[in-house]
């Protein structure tokens, strides 16, 4: 690996302090090098705040160090005022000689203008370095500004003879497949992504809070498919621990009594409910969601090909008899048991 990569490397470890609290920005990260020795790290704060170069300038003690020194970012700095200035202004501010980028930002407000910005202004600019581990870092970001829609991550568990649930139950909760590591490792993700969706099914047979109870993190935002309206605000999903959004029938004269937020899409179309259940998680600024409903709604998804990642558990527990889980194809990336279940994760191919 060379001196580069090493440090690009470090940049993308650093940045991922800021997963699940800089959305609707890319958590990037950065970090300043002086005679191949660390000065300064950096990555992007909470959403409205400093970016990663920024941090990281300031991170530097000596700042007369920097008009001799590397920094190093994972993504293109920013040329635009947004909530903040430009970050390439403030690099050339510092007389920074040499910046050394791992992807291009491809979002139509910088898109080369950091690059070039810092070219004109002297700088010798490195682009390219890591590029792949940087974009699969970036991927929520990419996603959502190339193909407009929110970076989807499936998640189920299964029995060990593959059901999804049981046919019947005798209490308005959850059966549990998985063990409590597991549990505990989906709250966190539940953490890191800015919003979680279900079906009606699942709100009327489990009654979740689909909260991170289980981890320190933020709640995200809930997502609730309904489309005949049957559920009322008693339910779990609409308390207050965090924001909910619910999907009615455009085709309905809608009647809910509940006091939460409503976007309708039209159900009488068998061929783009995920579709269009992505353009309005697009229009809410979601930029990832993890799909935990049923059967029924991951198949959706699975049917449009409107997915990235499925993460699937595998419990050692047996029903015999219940609802199948979906049936899906896809490239297998990761594996690992935790204690008695399986985790495998796959993305699509």
């Known amino acids: 690996m060379s001196t580069h990569e090493t440090y690009i490397k470090r940049c993308i470890q650093i940045a991922k302090n800021g997963l699940g609290h800089t959305r609707p920005n890319p958590m990037v990260g950065s970090v300043i090098v002086h005679n191949n020795r660390i000065i300064g790290e950096g990555y992007t704060s909470k959403y409205g705040g400093s970016h990663a170069e920024v941090n990281a300038i300031n991170s530097v003690k000596n700042k007369s160090l920097l008009q001799d020194a590397t920094l190093y970012v994972t993504l293109e700095p920013c040329s635009h005022f947004g909530k903040t200035p430009p970050c390439s202004d403030l690099i050339i501010k510092h007389n920074i000689p040499q910046v050394v980028i791992g992807c291009v930002d491809d979002h139509e407000q910088v898109a080369g203008k ?3 910005k810092l070219k004109d202004a002297g700088c010798t600019v490195i682009v390219g370095v890591l590029e792949d581990a940087c974009k699969r870092h970036h991927k929520r970001f990419f996603m959502f500004h190339n193909n407009k829609r929110p970076y989807i991550i499936l998640k189920w568990a299964e029995t060990a003879d593959g059901f999804i649930a049981p046919l019947s139950k005798n209490e308005q909760k959850p059966v549990w497949i998985t063990n409590a590591y597991s549990r505990q490792l989906a709250h966190k993700w539940r ?25 320190a993190g933020n709640n995200p935002i809930r997502v609730v498919m309904d489309k005949d309206e049957k559920l009322i605000k008693d339910f779990a999903v609409f308390n207050t621990q965090s924001e909910t959004l619910t999907l009615v029938n455009s085709q309905n004269n809608t009647k809910t009594k509940n006091a939460h937020s409503l976007k309708s899409i039209n159900w009488n179309t068998t061929s783009s409910i995920a579709k269009q259940i992505c353009d309005v998680l697009f229009q809410k600024n979601i930029t990832s969601v993890i799909i935990e409903g049923g059967t029924k709604t991951l198949q959706t998804f699975i049917d449009e090909n409107l997915w990235d990642e499925a993460r699937v558990f595998t419990g050692a527990t047996t029903f015999k008899e219940g609802i199948k889980s979906p049936s899906f194809s896809g490239e297998l990336c990761f594996q690992q ?5 399986i985790l495998k994760i796959y993305k699509n191919d």
């Open 114 to 116: 950091g690059i070039k």
């Open 337 to 341: 048991m935790l204690i008695t279940d």
């Open 191 to 215: 953490a890191e992504e800015q919003a979680i969706l279900v079906g009606t099914h699942t709100v009327l047979q489990d009654n979740p809070s689909l909260t991170t109870r289980d981890w």
